[in-house]
């Protein structure tokens, strides 16, 4: 990429920087602040910043509860970019001063009927198989870390490394990171990758990727809901906790403003509408895990859209027929636990490195032309209620 050739040096001229990254969510502002933050000159084109699946996300760091069947080599990038999160939290609110709600509480797994557990048992056992620390608790133990469960709540398991962030508080503290370092914002839409001025482009665009590089990233919607403890209290429980409730899946996240977020579905749609029937299914599944969340205040129903791809992997690294433009979209339900290894990796990208072994699995070219063409619009989804 910028091999054989040194970072231009500080200037006054914004006009053609070294890196031009489309699209300022968390992908690619944490790409921005990295770039800048190596000497580059960055320009971050976007008409809205932070406004695609980031406004919504929960924000779970889950690469142990959501290492599904056939996804291994999705898991070890997930697992590899969670063990980085403690150290990029650290610094980025060291260098913004900005708080991100990163909490290690742990996530408690739990389901209500025989075949609840019958189910979630098949998938830790798959997931104590690969090694990963998922502990089974009986419900006793259960209530002891979590008083406020149901009481229908038959057993569980706890995945202590799973954690959490706001994406609320991290996206801003990205932009703010990105610009200290000396990024630009360019508040305008990227129409097309011909528009781009610079000698590497860095397409970070969610959704947005599909129409400027025919890469097959479809929107998968997500609704969520935000719920509130009465009184500005802290919610009453500490865990995320995932819920396998009368066949329904859903998970609940607390905050430490009082805040629980109560999610999500997964529909192979392209709108942003909430539909009652949604919030109905949400509450039902959440207050049966959580009883006590009938009585909190329902804030907020809204509804995003996940850059999806074919196979649930996030597409990294430079399209087949431009090496000067790197993919790093396509995140899906992992956007927010895959930000600081996208990012590394794509800045070492960007530098010129030896591409990270770690990348391999991931390239551009892995669909294939048809797919490309067809917009790889492949339903991968197992359930229509999680992640
Ligand atoms: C309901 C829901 C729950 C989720 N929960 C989690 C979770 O718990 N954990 C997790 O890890 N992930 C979660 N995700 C997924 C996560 O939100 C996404 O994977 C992540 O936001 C992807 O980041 P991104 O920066 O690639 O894209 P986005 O966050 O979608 O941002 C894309 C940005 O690109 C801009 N853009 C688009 N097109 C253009 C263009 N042509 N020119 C310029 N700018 C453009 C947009 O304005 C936007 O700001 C969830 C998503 C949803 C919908």
Same mark, same amino acid.
């Given at each position: 990429?910028?091999?054989?050739?040194?970072?231009?040096?500080?200037?006054?001229?914004?006009?053609?920087?070294?890196?031009?990254?489309?699209?300022?969510? $968390?992908?690619? /502002?944490?790409? %921005?602040? @990295?770039? !800048? =933050?190596?000497?580059?000159?960055? &320009?971050?084109?976007?008409?809205?910043?932070?406004?695609?699946?980031?406004?919504?996300?929960?924000?779970?760091?889950?690469?142990?509860?959501?290492?599904?069947?056939?996804?291994?080599?999705?898991?070890?990038?997930?697992?590899?970019?969670?063990?980085?999160?403690?150290?990029?939290?650290?610094?980025?609110?060291?260098?913004?001063?900005?708080?991100?709600?990163?909490?290690?509480?742990?996530?408690?797994?739990?389901?209500?009927?025989?075949?609840?557990?019958?189910?979630?048992?098949?998938?830790?056992?798959?997931?104590?198989?690969?090694?990963?620390?998922?502990?089974?608790?009986?419900?006793?133990?259960?209530?002891?870390?979590?008083?406020?469960?149901?009481?229908?709540?038959?057993?569980?398991?706890?995945?202590?490394?799973?954690?959490?962030?706001? $994406?609320?508080? /991290?996206?801003? %503290?990205? @932009?703010? !990171? =990105?610009?200290?370092?000396?990024? &630009?914002?360019?508040?305008?839409?990227?129409?097309?990758?011909?528009?781009?001025?610079?000698?590497?482009?860095?397409?970070?665009?969610?959704?947005?990727?599909?129409?400027?590089?025919?890469?097959?990233?479809?929107?998968?919607?997500?609704?969520?809901?935000?719920?509130?403890?009465?009184?500005?209290?802290?919610?009453?429980?500490?865990?995320?906790?995932?819920?396998?409730?009368?066949?329904?899946?859903?998970?609940?996240?607390?905050?430490?403003?009082?805040?629980?977020?109560?999610?999500?579905?997964?529909?192979?749609?392209?709108?942003?509408?909430?539909?009652?029937?949604?919030?109905?299914?949400?509450?039902?599944?959440?207050?049966?895990?959580?009883?006590?969340?009938?009585?909190?205040?329902?804030?907020?129903?809204?509804?995003?859209?996940?850059?999806?791809?074919?196979?649930?992997?996030?597409?990294?690294?430079?399209?087949?027929?431009?090496?000067? &433009?790197?993919?790093?979209?396509?995140?899906?339900?992992?956007?927010?636990?895959?930000?600081?290894?996208?990012?590394?990796?794509?800045?070492?990208?960007?530098?010129?490195?030896?591409?990270?072994?770690?990348?391999?699995?991931?390239?551009?070219?892995?669909?294939?032309?048809?797919?490309?063409?067809?917009?790889?619009?492949?339903?991968?989804?197992?359930?229509?209620?999680?992640?």
């Amino acid at each position: 990429m910028l091999t054989g050739r040194s970072p231009s040096p500080p200037s006054s001229d914004r006009v053609r920087p070294d890196v031009a990254v489309v699209g300022a969510g $968390p992908i690619g /502002l944490a790409i %921005a602040w @990295r770039c !800048a =933050a190596r000497g580059l000159r960055v &320009v971050v084109h976007d008409p809205a910043p932070g406004s695609g699946a980031s406004a919504v996300a929960a924000g779970m760091l889950s690469p142990v509860a959501e290492a599904y069947f056939g996804e291994r080599q999705l898991t070890g990038l997930l697992l590899a970019s969670a063990a980085r999160w403690p150290a990029f939290a650290a610094e980025l609110t060291a260098t913004t001063g900005v708080e991100i709600g990163y909490r290690t509480e742990g996530t408690l797994m739990v389901g209500l009927t025989g075949d609840d557990l019958a189910e979630a048992r098949r998938l830790w056992a798959y997931q104590q198989g690969l090694g990963l620390p998922v502990t089974p608790l009986r419900p006793s133990e259960l209530r002891d870390r979590e008083p406020a469960l149901a009481p229908r709540v038959r057993g569980g398991a706890l995945a202590l490394t799973d954690h959490q962030v706001d $994406p609320r508080l /991290l996206v801003p %503290a990205l @932009r703010t !990171a =990105a610009q200290r370092a000396g990024a &630009v914002l360019v508040s305008q839409p990227v129409r097309s990758l011909s528009d781009v001025d610079a000698p590497v482009t860095v397409v970070a665009a969610g959704c947005g990727a599909a129409a400027l590089t025919g890469l097959p990233v479809r929107p998968v919607k997500g609704q969520i809901l935000r719920l509130r403890a009465p009184d500005g209290v802290a919610p009453g429980f500490r865990h995320v906790i995932r819920g396998y409730a009368d066949g329904e899946h859903v998970y609940l996240v607390p905050r430490s403003d009082g805040e629980v977020v109560l999610g999500a579905t997964v529909e192979e749609r392209s709108d942003t509408t909430v539909t009652a029937g949604a919030v109905q299914r949400l509450l039902r599944a959440g207050v049966d895990v959580l009883p006590e969340l009938a009585e909190y205040d329902l804030v907020e129903a809204v509804a995003g859209l996940r850059p999806g791809t074919p196979d649930n992997a996030p597409i990294l690294g430079p399209l087949p027929d431009r090496p000067d &433009v790197l993919a790093a979209t396509g995140h899906h339900r992992h956007g927010i636990v895959l930000t600081p290894i996208t990012a590394d990796l794509i800045v070492d990208l960007v530098l010129g490195g030896v591409p990270d072994p770690l990348l391999a699995p991931f390239g551009a070219d892995r669909f294939g032309g048809a797919a490309v063409a067809a917009g790889g619009a492949e339903p991968t989804m197992e359930g229509d209620l999680w992640s």
